[in-house]
């Protein structure tokens, strides 16, 4: 591109073409025309999503690597018209810990033996690339089923290979920091207790345990008010509570994992008590 404000280049005069041959590095038309419609989010989506087929995606920066993927932070834009943030959870795809942790979080979900699984098998460039696909396509439809059924996650707005884009969730012009970062006050810790029991009731109706609830995978915003909200990410992994024999435990693990953090900074919360109330939500 030849400018380094895409805000300033004047877009609108060019062709299709002409604005192809502009795109700069970390640069790309949106994929939201190339994805099918069940790769897209639920409906009614949101106002804020950009959905126009004359839209750009700009890499903005890295917002965290991890073990099994990267986040970056993504803008979506028709330059000089609307323009919305977006989270980019890339799978990498060479990870021993996805195949380690496969096996205790899939028990019961077993596939054909396909060329695919035999890919994945033998991790082969294009084996890892399957498995890579096949955790994105798992978390989105996770997510899909629990905006769906009104647990705060991030709005999941496509999924395409190995990547989804999803909600940015953003605490003023920056990220939402993890609950685990965060020193709320008793009163606010009071206020966020009853969101989390509620998400994991509402987990728990539709038979599902997170898996790795953790304080690392909870975001909060408006930290800066007397409402705080908090928002559950990072759902690859969540498994079936009936038909998974350690369900009850990930779950059990899960309850644990929040309520210590919740008592530890100063609320007197029971993870047992958690623990059933779910239970009594799945069955
Ligand atoms: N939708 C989002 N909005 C803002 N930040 C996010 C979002 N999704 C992920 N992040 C950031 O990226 C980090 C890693 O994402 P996560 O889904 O937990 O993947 P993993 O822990 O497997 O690397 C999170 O801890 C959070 O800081
Ligand atoms: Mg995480």
Redesign the pocket.
């Known amino acids: 591109m030849s400018t380094d404000n895409p805000a300033a280049f004047d877009w609108a005069a060019l062709s299709y073409t002409e604005i192809s041959e502009n795109l700069a590095e970390g640069q790309r038309w949106s994929t939201w025309r190339s994805v099918d419609r069940l790769s897209r989010g639920p409906q009614p989506r949101p106002s804020w999503l950009v959905t126009s087929q004359a839209a750009i995606d700009t890499e903005l920066g890295i917002?965290?690597?991890?073990?099994?993927?990267?986040?970056f932070l993504l803008e979506r834009a028709v330059p000089g018209a609307e323009s919305c943030l977006l989270?980019a959870?890339r799978y990498r795809s060479s990870e021993h810990r996805l195949f380690r942790r496969a096996d205790s979080y899939t028990e019961g979900r077993r596939g054909r033996d396909s060329r695919e699984n035999r890919a994945v098998r033998l991790k082969s460039g294009f084996g890892r690339q399957i498995e890579a696909a096949r955790w994105a396509q798992a978390e989105f439809a996770t997510l899909k089923l629990l905006w769906s059924a009104g647990v705060p996650v991030?709005y999941p707005v496509q999924v395409d290979g190995g990547e989804i884009l999803?909600?940015?969730?953003?605490e003023g012009n920056a990220?939402?920091?993890?609950l685990a970062q965060c020193r709320p006050s008793v009163d606010q810790l009071r206020w966020l207790w009853p969101q989390l029991v509620e998400a994991l009731i509402r987990f728990g109706r539709l038979q599902l345990a997170h898996g790795d609830l953790s304080p690392?995978?909870l975001?909060v915003r408006g930290l800066d008010g007397a409402e705080p909200e908090l928002?559950v990410?990072?759902v690859?992994q969540v498994l079936d509570l009936v038909g998974n024999p350690n369900g009850a435990e990930f779950l059990h693990r899960d309850c644990r994992n929040v309520a210590d953090w919740f008592v530890r900074k100063g609320l007197d919360v029971d993870a047992d008590a958690l623990f059933a109330e779910v239970v009594a939500a799945a069955w």
């Open positions: 917002l965290k690597t991890g073990k099994e993927a990267d986040v989270a959870k991030p999803m909600e940015f969730i953003a990220a939402a920091p993890r690392f995978n975001l928002v990410i990072d690859p």
